[in-house]
């Protein structure tokens, strides 16, 4: 049952060490080096010197099986279907690697002087193009190394737009109750007042509530529309009209476009500003604290705020430069142009797919979402809370509460569970609207045999849980790590060191 055969209990370098053992083979010195070095060497103080070095001894075969035997304890999107909501977790085709690796894009300084990065620099002009197409915005930056940037930037571009406006007054920020929780942080860190608006029972925004705390002093709200529940918020022209009335702006948390792609434009939908994470919509994985990048895009009126530079392109040269000549810029958000090879990648994803595979894209991810989730409501102990005969966009979110109620399993339980059959966990407990919530997005990139196999899996587990939910309520049992205190491992002040985890779960072997 097991999708990975490492265990801690598999010896570790430190233990296949053996003194004579060798991996690699250093050619002889010559004479004239040797001297060179001893000249050097002779220069060190004595008591500088180390008089031991104690490298581990290992064959070629024993590093080579140490870091296979690493790479098969962890899960990625290359292992297995990764149905992680809301932080979309999808295939980076093989192809966006390949143009990275190049040794012109990774070799490629930013300190070289702009004549000599002309191609990097029309790489990015040219994503911005297409940015601009797909969601009709007039500019983008792509400094934001991450969507919680790109919206705190977001954030800083409203405020110095009202400072600059004389509406300095303006101090709160309106986010949903379903909003990602980096869209309160970001607001508050950018120094807004963050007021919640409620959902209705049909998981859209609650337009009576809105009108409530619109007043004056509102900056503008923060949306994502498909929103966190996976539902199109139906009334988006409406709270458009609302929020522009008193001159706030509208912010697109745009983290997860791939069920709009092709089909409808933020802009279109009335919004000001937009942040897209290329490393969740446009092929990057998302996770693991690599690289990301939240290309912050905006209308006409806003353009003047962008961080600086930006990139233009001269025509009658046909040159690419950069322009830092913008006054009323809120100023850098990251060096440089921010994460370049992200950017590529989702370049060579864009030209790869074109308009037509977009649209694909956002159908069969939309598609996905509702076939599964179809089989998925009708399972024992789950309920879909909001509009439930609704269809959900990209993703959507069951409860597991009535699960719960009768078996003592929760939503963490399944989740652990379902590492044991090789799936990756969806998302639990957000949005923090819903009880014991189960966010599932199967995405575009999975096939209907591999989604099939997740509910066949899904629906083994809930099955235990009725019939054994001990054996549910303490998995994962055939991962290289058992069940981890949560709160220790993950608060740094009481973070049981990486050592202790294996002595631990080798003691139990
Ligand atoms: C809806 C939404 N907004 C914002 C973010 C934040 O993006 P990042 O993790 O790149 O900061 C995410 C991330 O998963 C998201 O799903």
Same mark, same amino acid.
């Given at each position: 049952?097991?999708?990975?055969?490492?265990?801690?209990?598999?010896?570790?370098?430190?233990?296949?060490?053996?003194?004579?053992?060798?991996?690699?083979?250093?050619?002889?010195?010559?004479?004239?080096?040797?001297?060179?070095?001893?000249?050097?060497?002779?220069?060190?103080?004595?008591?500088?010197?180390?008089?031991?070095?104690?490298?581990?001894?290992?064959?070629?075969?024993?590093?080579?099986?140490?870091?296979?035997?690493?790479?098969?304890?962890?899960? +990625?999107?290359?292992?297995?279907?990764?149905?992680?909501?809301? &932080?979309?977790?999808?295939?980076?085709?093989?192809?966006?690697?390949?143009?990275?690796?190049?040794?012109?894009?990774?070799? &490629?300084?930013?300190?070289?002087?702009?004549?000599?990065?002309?191609?990097?620099?029309?790489?990015?002009?040219?994503?911005?193009?297409?940015?601009?197409?797909?969601?009709? !915005?007039?500019?983008? $930056?792509?400094?934001?190394?991450?969507?919680?940037?790109?919206?705190?930037?977001?954030?800083?571009?409203?405020?110095?737009?009202?400072?600059?406006?004389?509406?300095?007054?303006?101090? @709160?920020?309106?986010?949903?109750?379903?909003?990602?929780?980096?869209?309160?942080?970001?607001?508050?860190?950018?120094?807004?007042?963050?007021?919640?608006?409620?959902?209705?029972?049909?998981?859209?925004?609650?337009?009576?509530?809105?009108?409530?705390?619109?007043?004056?002093? @509102?900056?503008?709200?923060?949306?994502?529309?498909?929103?966190?529940?996976?539902?199109?918020?139906?009334?988006?022209?409406?709270?458009?009209?609302?929020?522009?009335?008193?001159?706030?702006?509208?912010?697109?948390?745009?983290?997860?476009?791939?069920?709009?792609? +092709?089909?409808?434009?933020?802009?279109? !939908?009335?919004?000001?500003?937009?942040?897209?994470?290329?490393?969740?919509?446009?092929?990057?994985?998302?996770?693991?604290?690599?690289? +990301?990048?939240?290309?912050?895009?905006?209308?006409?009126?806003?353009?003047?705020?962008?961080?600086?530079?930006?990139?233009?392109?001269? #025509?009658?040269?046909?040159?690419?430069?950069?322009?830092?000549?913008?006054?009323?810029?809120?100023?850098?958000?990251?060096?440089?142009?921010?994460?370049?090879?992200?950017?590529?990648?989702?370049?060579?994803?864009?030209?790869?797919?074109?308009?037509?595979?977009?649209?694909?894209?956002?159908?069969?991810?939309?598609?996905?979402?509702?076939?599964?989730?179809?089989?998925?409501?009708?399972?024992?102990?789950?309920?879909?809370?909001?509009?439930?005969?609704?269809?959900?966009?990209?993703?959507?979110? @069951?409860?597991?509460?009535?699960?719960?109620?009768?078996?003592?399993?929760?939503?963490?339980?399944?989740?652990?569970?379902?590492?044991?059959? +090789?799936?990756?966990?969806?998302?639990?407990?957000?949005?923090?609207? @819903?009880? #014991?919530?189960?966010?599932?997005?199967?995405?575009? $990139? #999975?096939?209907?045999?591999?989604?099939?196999?997740?509910?066949?899996?899904?629906?083994?587990?809930?099955?235990?849980?009725?019939?054994?939910?001990?054996?549910?309520?303490?998995?994962?049992?055939?991962?290289?790590?058992?069940?981890?205190?949560?709160?220790?491992?993950?608060?740094?002040?009481?973070?049981?060191?990486?050592?202790?985890?294996?002595?631990?779960?080798?003691?139990?072997?």
């Amino acid at each position: 049952m097991s999708y990975r055969q490492a265990k801690w209990s598999e010896p570790t370098v430190f233990e296949l060490a053996r003194h004579g053992a060798v991996g690699v083979d250093f050619p002889e010195l010559d004479e004239e080096l040797k001297q060179a070095l001893d000249e050097v060497l002779n220069e060190i103080p004595e008591q500088l010197k180390r008089r031991e070095l104690n490298f581990l001894e290992l064959s070629e075969l024993d590093v080579v099986r140490h870091y296979t035997r690493l790479s098969q304890m962890n899960f +990625g999107v290359f292992s297995g279907m990764y149905p992680l909501g809301s &932080c979309t977790m999808k295939y980076n085709p093989t192809i966006s690697e390949e143009v990275v690796s190049y040794e012109e894009i990774y070799n &490629c300084h930013p300190l070289q002087p702009v004549e000599t990065v002309q191609g990097c620099l029309e790489i990015i002009w040219r994503l911005e193009q297409i940015l601009k197409e797909i969601t009709g !915005m007039s500019r983008f $930056s792509f400094q934001p190394a991450a969507g919680a940037q790109g919206e705190f930037l977001g954030c800083l571009i409203i405020r110095a737009y009202h400072k600059d406006k004389g509406l300095d007054y303006k101090n @709160v920020m309106i986010v949903p109750d379903s909003a990602h929780g980096t869209n309160p942080a970001s607001a508050t860190m950018a120094g807004y007042e963050v007021k919640v608006v409620k959902s209705d029972e049909d998981g859209c925004v609650n337009i009576s509530e809105l009108e409530k705390i619109v007043d004056k002093r @509102v900056a503008g709200i923060m949306l994502t529309n498909p929103n966190t529940l996976g539902l199109f918020e139906k009334n988006i022209e409406k709270i458009v009209d609302i929020i522009h009335s008193v001159d706030g702006l509208l912010y697109y948390d745009g983290a997860n476009l791939n069920a709009l792609l +092709g089909k409808v434009r933020p802009a279109d !939908m009335g919004f000001d500003i937009v942040h897209l994470n290329l490393h969740k919509t446009f092929s990057t994985p998302h996770g693991g604290g690599g690289p +990301g990048s939240g290309p912050v895009g905006v209308i006409d009126k806003l353009v003047d705020y962008l961080p600086s530079p930006l990139i233009n392109y001269d #025509e009658s040269r046909n040159f690419y430069y950069l322009d830092y000549d913008r006054p009323k810029s809120i100023g850098r958000m990251k060096m440089f142009y921010g994460n370049f090879t992200v950017l590529v990648k989702a370049y060579v994803y864009l030209l790869r797919m074109g308009g037509e595979g977009l649209r694909k894209v956002a159908e069969s991810s939309v598609l996905s979402s509702n076939y599964l989730l179809h089989k998925v409501k009708k399972l024992q102990g789950v309920t879909l809370p909001y509009a439930p005969e609704s269809y959900r966009k990209h993703e959507f979110v @069951v409860s597991l509460s009535k699960l719960y109620k009768e078996t003592g399993v929760s939503a963490r339980d399944v989740a652990k569970r379902l590492l044991d059959y +090789g799936f990756h966990a969806p998302t639990i407990y957000f949005p923090l609207i @819903v009880d #014991e919530a189960f966010m599932i997005e199967p995405t575009e $990139s #999975e096939s209907k045999r591999e989604i099939d196999a997740f509910y066949d899996a899904l629906s083994s587990v809930i099955n235990e849980s009725y019939k054994d939910p001990e054996k549910v309520k303490t998995a994962p049992h055939n991962t290289s790590i058992g069940r981890i205190d949560e709160v220790r491992a993950s608060h740094p002040k009481t973070m049981i060191p990486s050592w202790r985890v294996y002595v631990t779960r080798r003691e139990r072997l």
